[in-house]
């Protein structure tokens, strides 16, 4: 059971007041050792150089789907591995023994679903703990059994799961009642064709499940036109499916490039809604009814089984299937051959009723983006205004939607992110955004306007809010976040003459609270606030962004990297938000602003560096070893545009960059010391098409320049120069990116040398 996640915690404390606080518990999950985590431990256990391990893990099958594949695996799919396990005595004692570690449990956490009730106390049926929720650091009470020693006691077990896309879909309703505007969205229509092209464009930002590069690619091959394709995309964008090409195959034959083919005339009427393909759980049910004569009981005990995805509970049931199928017509081998079938299908098939409720929510989420982007977005930025990672995603997908996000405002701003007054394309920035100002005194400056009125200049907004909004800290923050543009103020000539306004005023209200009044009666001098203190220049542009920064963390009024973002483009291998998709160990260039920086020293007292590089629309966290910021520390620093030439580090939780170098990219208007440059492409077998090949050489014909262009042809048997003629090009515009929307990112780069 789905919830909106801000009252999850109110649905588990209905249960337990309902069945009584000792008759219910969260359920514990344990974190285990997966194969990649195991060769870097057991290499630091056996006394080996991180080095070591590392070059292994270099070695490692990229996971498909975030889900990594296990050490036998690893070593059929890559050659590599397999080479050094078989030559290399040392990688053969580490693999050993990171497949003894593969499995064990590391640690445990609180299930993010899973609640247990009982009939009586549950300590009379198994063990309780005290644990942390790492999401709020609360302790909960969670059993010590995990989902599946629960299961096996009998007890009931469900799953309250809170989702943030149905607080946004709620808060979007919200938003749109305040214009007027009631919508039942559980009611719309399913086959809205506003809804669908929008999906069929890949303009799936901020759409439940739809979101990801891979799921765009799968969607624009599939191009969904009904409520049926949606359910198909959530079953099919798995790692199973996508390993035996199912999306690929049910999009051919959804658009007549393939044939429909059923493995038996009597099972069309069951696999004629997904072309032909077996795409759920609830289809093997009902195959196994038809074909073997299961009750319904029996075909859902072969569901569980297959929902285990483990062969060994599945094929007790190949006797029962072959012999049902046999008494009622079927020939054996047929009966056996749809059988095995199910095996892989086991591994990867989905609950159909699952499918339709994220399809659902899906549907509902693209059609409130299709139809009332300007409500939707803003509920998108509420629900990750804490997240430093998606909410500059978010901005930057408004900028290309043509949305402003505006700065807070004193008079027009909400709680959070909400429609700009006027019905425009606009967004405000939430008060609640501000460093230093918190939800209550938010409150307090939302009612003193709605009952004393807008607040018509900084002296009579510090006059109408409550005292406690007064304080100091408060009143700098909302200015240099720029709640106070709006009333005509320069932020700098704000923040120095502020104290002159607001201080009087502060004791003037604190002498009435105390019944202090002036001796000669009438309005003392406070009355009459000379504001001309408040008068003054501005900070200039990267000062007031920077400032701006601090306060909202991000950059709203406008962004440093705009203005460069093509030159930036161009000189990248990677986007930063695409960094995900990067394996690790592959050497990368990305570009962006330094956000934080702390400097930190090595055993041996050498200083390097660890930054946030920020992107337009993402950021990454880089490590400079000694080496790499000794180069050159004071590029290095707050607010400068670098490029960072790298290697992607995936061993800790998030994902960095072990820089190898950093430096300054070039700019309009800034040519660097450099040496002469050079484009280089890459282009694989798959890519290496006629047709790719003329649209590429048009494309270097049309950007003439100094640059000379570098082929390289990567295959099974190595990678060699391709010579494609001789081509000139300007590397500094729109070439690069235009080359990576043709080859695909990593596919182009700008390469220097002295």
Same mark, same amino acid.
């Given at each position: 059971?789905?919830?909106?996640?801000?009252?999850?915690?109110?649905?588990?404390?209905?249960?337990?007041?309902?069945?009584?606080?000792?008759?219910?518990?969260?359920?514990?999950?344990?974190?285990?050792?997966?194969?990649?985590?195991?060769?870097?431990?057991?290499?630091?256990?056996?006394?080996?150089?991180?080095?070591?391990?590392?070059?292994?893990?270099?070695?490692?099958?990229?996971?498909?789907?975030?889900?990594?594949?296990?050490?036998?695996?690893?070593?059929?799919?890559?050659?590599?591995?397999?080479?050094?396990?078989?030559?290399?005595?040392?990688?053969?004692?580490?693999?050993?023994?990171?497949?003894?570690?593969?499995?064990?449990?590391?640690?445990?956490?609180?299930?993010?679903?899973?609640?247990?009730?009982?009939?009586?106390?549950?300590?009379?049926?198994?063990?309780?703990?005290?644990?942390?929720?790492?999401?709020?650091?609360?302790?909960?009470?969670?059993?010590?059994?995990?989902?599946?020693?629960?299961?096996?006691?009998?007890?009931?077990?469900?799953?309250?799961?809170?989702?943030?896309?149905?607080?946004?879909?709620?808060?979007?309703?919200?938003?749109?009642?305040?214009?007027?505007?009631?919508?039942?969205?559980?009611?719309?229509?399913?086959?809205?064709?506003?809804?669908?092209?929008?999906?069929?464009?890949?303009?799936?930002?901020?759409?439940?499940?739809?979101?990801?590069?891979?799921?765009?690619?799968?969607?624009?091959?599939?191009?969904?036109?009904?409520?049926?394709?949606?359910?198909?995309?959530?079953?099919?964008?798995?790692?199973?499916?996508?390993?035996?090409?199912?999306?690929?195959?049910?999009?051919?034959?959804?658009?007549?490039?393939?044939?429909?083919?059923?493995?038996?005339?009597?099972?069309?009427?069951?696999?004629?809604?997904?072309?032909?393909?077996?795409?759920?759980?609830?289809?093997?049910?009902?195959?196994?009814?038809?074909?073997?004569?299961?009750?319904?009981?029996?075909?859902?005990?072969?569901?569980?089984?297959?929902?285990?995805?483990?062969?060994?509970?599945?094929?007790?049931?190949?006797?029962?299937?072959?012999?049902?199928?046999?008494?009622?017509?079927?020939?054996?081998?047929?009966?056996?051959?749809?059988?095995?079938?199910?095996?892989?299908?086991?591994?990867?098939?989905?609950?159909?009723?699952?499918?339709?409720?994220?399809?659902?929510?899906?549907?509902?989420?693209?059609?409130?983006?299709?139809?009332?982007?300007?409500?939707?977005?803003?509920?998108?930025?509420?629900?990750?205004?804490?997240?430093?990672?998606?909410?500059?995603?978010?901005?930057?997908?408004?900028?290309?939607?043509?949305?402003?996000?505006?700065?807070?405002?004193?008079?027009?701003?909400?709680?959070?992110?909400?429609?700009?007054?006027?019905?425009?394309?606009?967004?405000?920035?939430?008060?609640?955004?501000?460093?230093?100002?918190?939800?209550?005194?938010?409150?307090?400056?939302?009612?003193?306007?709605?009952?004393?009125?807008?607040?018509?200049?900084?002296?009579?907004?510090?006059?109408?809010?409550?005292? %406690?909004?007064?304080?100091?800290?408060?009143?700098?923050?909302?200015?240099?976040?720029?709640?106070?543009?709006?009333?005509?103020?320069?932020?700098?000539?704000?923040?120095?003459?502020?104290?002159?306004?607001?201080?009087?005023?502060?004791?003037?209200?604190?002498?009435?609270?105390?019944?202090?009044?002036?001796?000669?009666?009438?309005?003392?001098?406070?009355?009459?606030?000379?504001?001309?203190?408040?008068?003054?220049?501005?900070?200039?542009?990267?000062?007031?962004?920077?400032?701006?920064?601090?306060?909202?963390?991000?950059?709203?009024?406008?962004?440093?990297?705009?203005?460069?973002?093509?030159?930036?483009?161009?000189? %990248?291998?990677?986007?930063?938000?695409?960094?995900?998709?990067?394996?690790?160990?592959?050497?990368?260039?990305?570009?962006?602003?330094?956000?934080?920086?702390?400097?930190?020293?090595?055993?041996?007292?050498?200083?390097?560096?660890?930054?946030?590089?920020?992107?337009?629309?993402?950021?990454?966290?880089?490590?400079?070893?000694?080496?790499?910021?000794?180069?050159?520390?004071?590029?290095?620093?707050?607010?400068?545009?670098?490029?960072?030439?790298?290697?992607?580090?995936?061993?800790?939780?998030?994902?960095?960059?072990?820089?190898?170098?950093?430096?300054?990219?070039?700019?309009?208007?800034?040519?660097?010391?450099?040496?002469?440059?050079?484009?280089?492409?890459?282009?694989?077998?798959?890519?290496?098409?006629?047709?790719?090949?003329?649209?590429?050489?048009?494309?270097?014909? %049309?950007?003439?320049?100094?640059?000379?262009?570098?082929?390289?042809?990567?295959?099974?048997?190595?990678?060699?120069?391709?010579?494609?003629?001789?081509?000139?090009?300007?590397?500094?515009?729109?070439?690069?990116?235009?080359?990576?929307?043709?080859?695909?990112?990593?596919?182009?780069?700008?390469?220097?040398?002295?």
């Amino acid at each position: 059971m789905d919830f909106d996640e801000r009252r999850r915690d109110e649905v588990i404390r209905y249960a337990s007041t309902k069945y009584g606080a000792d008759h219910v518990a969260q359920i514990v999950t344990f974190q285990t050792i997966k194969g990649k985590q195991g060769i870097r431990d057991a290499a630091r256990v056996l006394g080996f150089p991180p080095s070591v391990g590392d070059r292994l893990c270099k070695m490692y099958p990229s996971p498909v789907m975030g889900r990594d594949h296990p050490i036998e695996e690893a070593l059929r799919l890559s050659p590599e591995l397999a080479t050094a396990y078989e030559g290399e005595p040392e990688a053969k004692e580490i693999v050993d023994t990171a497949r003894a570690l593969e499995g064990l449990r590391r640690e445990d956490s609180v299930h993010a679903a899973g609640v247990v009730i009982g009939d009586a106390p549950l300590v009379r049926y198994l063990p309780l703990k005290l644990s942390k929720d790492s999401r709020d650091d609360s302790k909960r009470i969670v059993t010590q059994f995990d989902m599946h020693g629960v299961e096996k006691l009998g007890l009931l077990k469900m799953d309250f799961l809170g989702l943030r896309n149905l607080s946004v879909i709620e808060d979007t309703l919200r938003h749109l009642r305040v214009d007027g505007v009631e919508m039942d969205i559980d009611h719309v229509a399913l086959d809205d064709p506003e809804t669908y092209a929008m999906l069929r464009r890949g303009e799936t930002t901020g759409v439940f499940q739809m979101e990801s590069g891979g799921m765009r690619s799968l969607i624009k091959l599939l191009e969904p036109d009904r409520f049926e394709d949606l359910m198909a995309l959530v079953a099919l964008y798995r790692p199973g499916p996508l390993n035996n090409g199912l999306h690929t195959e049910y999009a051919e034959r959804k658009h007549g490039r393939k044939p429909v083919t059923y493995p038996h005339p009597d099972l069309e009427p069951i696999l004629r809604g997904t072309y032909g393909v077996m795409v759920y759980q609830e289809q093997v049910m009902q195959i196994a009814v038809a074909m073997a004569g299961f009750s319904m009981g029996e075909a859902d005990t072969l569901r569980k089984a297959m929902g285990k995805k483990k062969i060994e509970y599945l094929m007790p049931f190949k006797e029962r299937f072959v012999k049902g199928a046999v008494d009622r017509g079927y020939p054996e081998r047929g009966a056996a051959d749809m059988f095995e079938m199910f095996v892989p299908f086991a591994d990867y098939g989905f609950n159909a009723s699952h499918a339709c409720a994220y399809g659902l929510v899906a549907y509902q989420t693209a059609y409130l983006m299709a139809h009332h982007p300007v409500a939707y977005m803003a509920a998108i930025l509420t629900s990750v205004k804490d997240d430093k990672d998606r909410k500059p995603y978010y901005l930057y997908a408004c900028r290309a939607m043509d949305i402003e996000v505006l700065p807070p405002d004193v008079n027009d701003s909400a709680l959070d992110f909400a429609p700009a007054a006027g019905g425009g394309r606009a967004i405000r920035y939430g008060l609640s955004a501000v460093r230093n100002v918190g939800d209550g005194a938010v409150q307090q400056i939302i009612e003193a306007r709605a009952e004393k009125g807008r607040f018509e200049s900084y002296s009579d907004f510090c006059r109408k809010v409550d005292p %406690s909004v007064l304080a100091k800290r408060m009143l700098e923050s909302l200015v240099l976040a720029g709640a106070f543009d709006s009333l005509g103020y320069r932020r700098r000539a704000l923040l120095i003459g502020q104290d002159k306004v607001s201080g009087p005023i502060v004791a003037e209200r604190k002498a009435e609270a105390a019944g202090q009044f002036s001796l000669f009666g009438g309005d003392s001098e406070v009355g009459q606030i000379d504001e001309s203190v408040l008068q003054g220049e501005e900070f200039d542009k990267p000062e007031l962004l920077r400032y701006e920064k601090e306060m909202l963390g991000q950059f709203v009024s406008d962004h440093p990297l705009l203005e460069v973002a093509d030159a930036l483009r161009a000189q %990248s291998s990677h986007e930063i938000g695409d960094l995900d998709g990067a394996d690790d160990g592959e050497l990368v260039t990305a570009a962006g602003i330094i956000g934080g920086v702390a400097r930190k020293y090595t055993k041996r007292g050498e200083p390097y560096a660890q930054f946030r590089l920020e992107g337009l629309a993402a950021g990454v966290e880089v490590v400079a070893f000694p080496s790499v910021y000794e180069a050159d520390p004071d590029l290095i620093s707050a607010d400068r545009i670098v490029l960072v030439v790298g290697r992607i580090d995936r061993r800790g939780r998030e994902l960095q960059i072990r820089a190898n170098e950093v430096r300054e990219p070039i700019l309009a208007g800034v040519t660097p010391q450099m040496g002469p440059e050079s484009v280089v492409i890459d282009l694989t077998a798959a890519a290496c098409t006629d047709a790719v090949l003329a649209k590429m050489a048009d494309l270097l014909r %049309s950007r003439p320049g100094p640059a000379p262009v570098k082929v390289r042809f990567h295959s099974s048997a190595g990678v060699r120069p391709l010579d494609m003629g001789e081509f000139r090009v300007d590397s500094s515009g729109a070439l690069m990116g235009e080359l990576t929307g043709l080859l695909g990112t990593g596919s182009a780069r700008v390469e220097r040398f002295a």
